[in-house]
């Protein structure tokens, strides 16, 4: 498939993978995406996973048609990406492999019987000449791993992003959601952490004129272009993309689940509708994740247990707090029939993130709710209400 003059997409469609990285569910599957500039010199672009070597394979030989490729770009080595790069050198052993220093220490480390393949190690704002087309390097540490870099083809204005701009799904269904929604669980999900090295890459590119980006995962994108890159300013700014509220419960017998619910209604019977609730022992953890960080304001409902948190909410909250979670508001509501412990436990565990703006009231219910603890949903309503303002 052709990308732009010259540029063809050669990478490969997964449905068969369980979890992506171990732990992302991928019920759309995943893409891993690689790329072919064909010039007087044919550079590759990345390799793909393990178990689409022979396809990938194939798709690079119909586009060369016979011809020798001269390099292939490693942006990522990430085993997604790398591990088909040993086939790929037995197949034409004049490849010379352009990466960074650290990507060839990892290439070292992940494959070491290429550890004396022909090497050009490239720094930031390193160019490479391929006849028409030319590529200039951006290292992007941290986006994802600390080895990363990104390349920009100036005649195309493409930019080969890596990790970034990627999402989940494969390339050949049709996600319902477009693109924003398995985009923005893939960036928290993997990249979340790093919003600050994210910022630091958006800065160097700020002044390219970017037509394409062709990421190592979903689709290519072009008309889209600043849509997407506006999204990557604010998730990786840690600022809420939408001003809304979502309420995410832990329940045992359901009491704490009505709380939540009770919320919901009492918000929505206030005139504010833009609330999504989950229930975080039956959704996707990392849509929950996701959804944290996509809304302004986050309620955390949740029982006691064992003289503390239940389990699901704790693994919940560390998985915002690994991802920097900040700059939004935060309300409680707690279930303990005999020592309620949740609310002081949730509370303890935000101590260090910045830019946190508690509201109140703070719900204690002990087992099943009273009349008063219903009056002080409504109040909290109305302060979520009045703070949206
Ligand atoms: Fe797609 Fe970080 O590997």
Not at 8 to 29: K, T
Not at 58 to 65: A, F, I, P, T
Not at 317 to 322: C, K, P, Q, T, Y
Request: include cysteine; hydrophobic fraction near 35%.
């Amino acid at each position: 498939m052709l990308v732009t003059k010259d540029i063809y997409y050669v990478g490969v469609n997964d449905h068969q993978l369980d979890l992506f990285e171990g732990q992302y569910e991928v019920p759309l599957g995943m893409a891993y995406n690689s790329y072919v500039i064909v010039d007087e010199k044919i550079a590759i672009m990345d390799t793909v996973d393990i178990n689409f070597t022979e396809e990938w394979l194939k798709n690079v030989k119909e586009v060369l048609e016979g011809k020798e490729p001269t390099y292939l770009i490693v942006h990522h080595v990430e085993p997604d990406h790398s591990a088909s790069i040993q086939k790929i050198l037995e197949t034409y052993p004049n490849l010379t492999v352009v990466c960074s220093q650290q990507a060839s220490n990892l290439i070292n480390q992940f494959y070491p019987s290429l550890k004396d393949c022909k090497k050009e190690i490239v720094k930031d704002g390193d160019c490479l000449s391929l006849g028409t087309h030319e590529l200039t390097f951006y290292t992007a540490p941290m986006v994802h791993w600390p080895e990363v870099m990104m390349s920009y083809e100036k005649t195309s204005k493409v930019l080969f992003s890596a990790d970034a701009f990627g999402k989940f799904g494969a390339n050949d269904v049709e996600d319902p959601e477009g693109w924003t929604c398995e985009a923005r669980r893939y960036y928290f999900g993997i990249v979340g952490k790093f919003g600050i090295q994210v910022q630091a890459i958006l800065k160097k590119l700020a002044n390219l004129e970017i037509d394409y980006i062709c990421s190592l995962h979903g689709p290519i994108l072009h008309e889209s272009v600043q849509d997407c890159v506006k999204l990557y300013q604010t998730w990786s700014s840690y600022e809420a993309e939408e001003e809304g509220i979502f309420i995410a419960y832990a329940s045992i017998y359901g009491h704490t689940k009505e709380a939540a619910l009770l919320l919901q209604k009492e918000l929505e019977a206030q005139g504010y509708t833009n609330v999504k609730i989950s229930d975080l022992a039956r959704e996707d953890i990392y849509e929950c994740v996701e959804n944290a960080f996509r809304y302004s304001t986050l309620v955390l409902a949740s029982v006691t247990y064992n003289g503390g948190l239940f389990p699901i909410m704790k693994e919940f909250i560390d998985h915002l707090l690994s991802r920097d979670y900040k700059k939004r508001k935060i309300a409680f509501i707690e279930n303990g029939s005999w020592g309620p412990m949740a609310y002081k436990t949730m509370k303890t565990m935000f101590e260090n993130s910045k830019e946190i703006t508690y509201i109140e009231p703070v719900i204690t219910i002990k087992s099943s709710l009273t009349e008063e603890n219903q009056n002080q949903i409504k109040e909290l309503a109305t302060s979520l209400k009045n703070t949206s303002l």
